[in-house]
T-cell receptor, first 117, second 113 residues
């Protein structure tokens, strides 16, 4: 069973369109994330979300919005797509913990390669 | 927020040599330091991690060291093999409450046969 799965794997779309990427985790984790990986391979956090709070990286344009219908899903909606949005988007999840010695590994989805033309 | 610097950005070694990747972090509250390996076209996957209550951890050919006073940690790979070629990311975070791993910019390791 895939721990973190995201769809689609590839997405090609025109500028100005609105698109969504879906993410689901079956690990029972409390926290999910979206990362953007640009052409230089830099992994930039976009959002962190659990059932209590949404933490937004303030550098992310408000055209990007996370939507979480339940604890196991965190979808990414992008409005008015721009050429610069082309990147690989990774969903990830981990368990929120309170103790140093508890496993806090973040599991990543396989990534969605978004190309805006 | 946390800021993680990672060096070098590219590292080229001969098979059998050792490779060292270094990271520094800014937030003294950070207490969890994972390392991820990302092969070409694949997702990042955890290879080893270290917590603030230990200074060193080893797993076969991979070891990590942590210096909390200096706020830096390193990944050491011995007897490198071509299959070690990948992008390696360090990360730092605080595991109390909200946990957002902040990643370094990555090191592209190339192991020449």
């Amino acid at each position: 069973d895939t721990a973190v799965s995201q769809t689609p794997k590839y997405l090609v779309t025109q500028m100005g369109n609105d698109k969504s990427i879906k993410c689901e985790q079956n690990l029972g984790h409390d926290t999910m994330y979206w990362y953007k990986q640009d052409s230089k391979k830099f992994l930039k956090i976009m959002f962190s979300y659990n059932n209590k709070e949404l933490i937004i990286n303030e550098t992310v344009p408000n055209r990007f919005s996370p939507k979480s219908p339940d604890k196991a899903h965190l979808n990414l909606h992008i409005n008015s797509l721009e050429l610069g949005d082309s990147a690989v988007y990774f969903c990830a999840s981990s368990q929120v913990v309170l103790w140093v010695n508890t496993n806090t590994e973040a599991f990543f989805g396989q990534g969605t390669r978004l190309t805006v033309v | 927020g946390e800021n993680v610097e990672q060096h070098p950005s590219t590292l080229s070694v001969q098979e059998g040599d050792s490779a060292v990747i270094k990271c520094t972090y800014s937030d003294s509250a950070s207490n969890y330091f994972p390392w991820y390996k990302q092969e070409l076209g694949k997702r990042p996957q955890l290879i080893i991690d270290i917590r603030s209550n230990v200074g060193e951890k080893k797993d076969q050919r991979i070891a990590v060291t942590l210096n909390k006073t200096a706020k830096h940690f390193s990944l050491h790979i011995t007897e490198t093999q071509p299959e070690d070629s990948a992008v390696y990311f360090c990360a730092a975070s605080f595991t109390g409450g909200s946990y957002i791993p902040t990643f370094g910019r990555g090191t592209s390791l190339i192991v020449h046969p």
